[in-house]
């Protein structure tokens, strides 16, 4: 099996299991064929971006059991579309991004000098 690899160039290290994150829900910011949004950034998000979220129509705040999403606060790591993470950082309400959780298909868009500047440290 290959793993993929994050924006460092190094395995790519997963994200989220509380909240379960995802494309393929798995805790991992992996990307294939079917993910057309490209869920590729591995982020902590923060009031500011969940109320721009929001704004743009993608609410992820609120919870829908329909589809298992509990809903996100502040702090909780996500697996975020590259493109929103672009066009929040564009607004300057980008979230903290956690660069060995995110995926190397991110800079297909993103500038790594970018993604650093609102880097966090990894998961424990």
């Not at 704004?55 to 702090?75: A, E, H, K, R, W």
Request: hydrophobic residues 35%; contains cysteine; aromatic residues 8%.
């Amino acid at each position: 099996m290959i793993h993929p690899k994050n924006v460092l160039g190094t395995e790519l290290q997963s994200c989220s299991f509380a909240p379960l994150t995802g494309f393929y829900r798995d805790g991992c910011c992996r990307t294939g064929r079917d993910d057309l949004g490209l869920h590729t950034v591995c982020t902590q998000v923060t009031e500011e971006f969940l109320e721009f979220s929001q704004l743009l129509g993608n609410d992820l705040s609120t919870p829908n059991p329909q589809y298992g999403f509990p809903g996100l606060v502040p702090g909780d790591r996500w697996c975020l579309c590259a493109p929103r993470w672009k066009e929040a950082l564009e607004a300057g309400k980008a979230p903290a991004v956690v660069l060995e959780a995110t995926h190397i298909s991110t800079l297909e868009f993103v500038d790594l000098e970018d993604l650093q500047a609102h880097s966090v440290e990894t998961l424990a």
